[in-house]
């Protein structure tokens, strides 16, 4: 393996036969480039995936109500269904060990004011847990406190937009909001990775919200993040249940799809790894293509070389060189081409990637990238491959008589 004079004559093969080489290793470095820039794009799916459905907790249920469309009870159809607090306390303490965070939410479109600016606002009453529930991160300040709720307390945490729209300069925390006529204190700053429309969103006191609303107690939507340790099943299995009793205790058909939807993040995230798990198969499928396609091409070639060098094996072996040594030098050669192609392929493969970068977002590909164990297991497969290519016909050929290798044209 280290003896110099085999590494002088592997080197003097190469230079000889610059096409040969070329031809062997640009077979070995496009396998592994496609390979790596297909896997990478794979991926970038993937994390473009993934991250669309974290923008809100993963672990998500969201309860709303309609019209009815089934007549039911005695009631008829096209009633107006809605929720209030006691509804929102019934479906929390349904199965309250399931249950991670949990808020209510009633909603309203109101004129904000700010000295001279002013515009319109999605206003939404909640509780503390809103926060984590829409993995909101704060900038300044603080959330809602429990406190808040409990003194219907005038305080507001605003988005990040609201106050780049509205206060515009210097600290937002303290500033005096006038919402809908009513002055807010501002004690937040929050960012969303839902983007610029979710931070165009104002928090305050859902028992602040219902006061304002003439003393209602009404609930637009039910927010419910599970425990995670639940299975998507058994998550499944809970939004069912909710759905259900939230069904029997307003009086609506088990049939109406309207009165009462459930909206589960467990269903769309099993959808969802149902879907990347095609794909993911689909790019596999057609990587491994690509690494056989590598192997079957250095197979050919390896196998024309050593046809090529059938009156050379003749001649070495006229002059008592031994087989083993014959197959090592034939191999040796195989495996160095291999291993420097596929250096050059992953090399432009991880190139490729990082020029992609983000560049594809409007494709939903977004950061694509390969593990390392994955370039790894790709290169040695084809470096294997390399071995047995070389090794194969090199053995065949080094039990021909030296006579008849000599004669072969």
């Known amino acids: 393996m280290f ?40 991926k970038g799916l993937q994390n473009a995936f993934t991250e669309g459905f974290a923008r809100d907790a993963q672990n998500l249920i969201s309860i709303f109500t309609g019209k009815t469309t089934i007549a039911y009870n005695g009631l008829q159809s096209d009633r107006t269904v809605t929720m209030n607090n006691e509804d929102y306390d019934f479906l929390v303490n349904t199965d309250k060990e399931k249950v991670g965070y949990a808020s209510p939410r009633y909603t309203a479109n109101l004129l904000v004011k700010y000295g001279k600016e002013s515009g319109n606002y999605q206003i939404n009453g909640a509780n503390m847990e809103e926060k984590y529930i829409e993995n909101r991160k704060m900038l300044q300040g603080r959330y809602l406190s429990p406190i808040d709720l409990e003194r219907k307390q005038h305080v507001a945490v605003i988005g990040r937009m609201v106050q780049r729209d ?37 928090t305050i006191p859902i028992t602040t919200l219902q006061q304002m609303k003439k003393g209602s107690d009404t609930v637009s939507t039910v927010y419910i993040a599970y425990d995670d340790k639940l299975t998507p099943d058994q998550a499944i299995k809970y939004g069912d249940q909710l759905k259900e009793k939230l069904k029997s205790r307003k009086n609506v058909s088990p049939d109406d799809e309207n009165g009462v939807r459930v909206w589960n993040n467990a269903q769309n995230m099993s959808d969802t790894f149902v879907f990347m798990a095609v794909l993911t198969g689909i790019v596999g499928f057609i990587g491994l293509g690509t690494l056989i396609a590598g192997i079957i091409g250095i197979s050919n070639i390896m196998v024309y070389i ?3 060098r059938t009156k050379e094996i003749g001649v070495r072996k006229a002059i008592g ?89």
């Open 166 to 202: 509205l206060i515009k300069n210097g600290n937002p925390v303290g500033k005096d909001l006038d919402i809908n006529g009513t002055m807010f204190k501002v004690v937040g700053v929050f960012s969303d990775d839902g983007g610029d429309w979710d931070e165009r969103h104002i």
């Open 3 to 42: 003896d110099l004079d085999r590494w002088q004559e592997i080197f003097s093969s190469i230079r000889s036969n610059v096409l040969r080489t070329v031809l062997s290793g640009f077979t070995v470095a496009l396998g592994l480039f496609i390979f790596i820039v297909l896997f990478g794009i794979g």
């Open 306 to 308: 050593v046809k090529e």
């Open 321 to 409: 060189a031994k087989p083993r040594s014959i197959v090592a030098l034939i191999v040796q050669e195989s495996v160095v081409i291999t291993v420097v192609s596929g250096f050059v392929g992953v090399g432009l493969g991880i190139v490729t990637l990082k020029l992609i970068g983000n560049n594809l977002e409007e494709f939903f590909i977004k950061n694509p990238s390969v593990g390392s164990g994955e370039i790894i297991m790709a290169f040695f497969a084809l470096v294997f491959a390399g071995f047995i290519a070389g090794f194969v016909p090199a053995y065949r050929a080094s039990k021909i008589k030296p006579i008849e290798a000599l004669r072969t044209e």
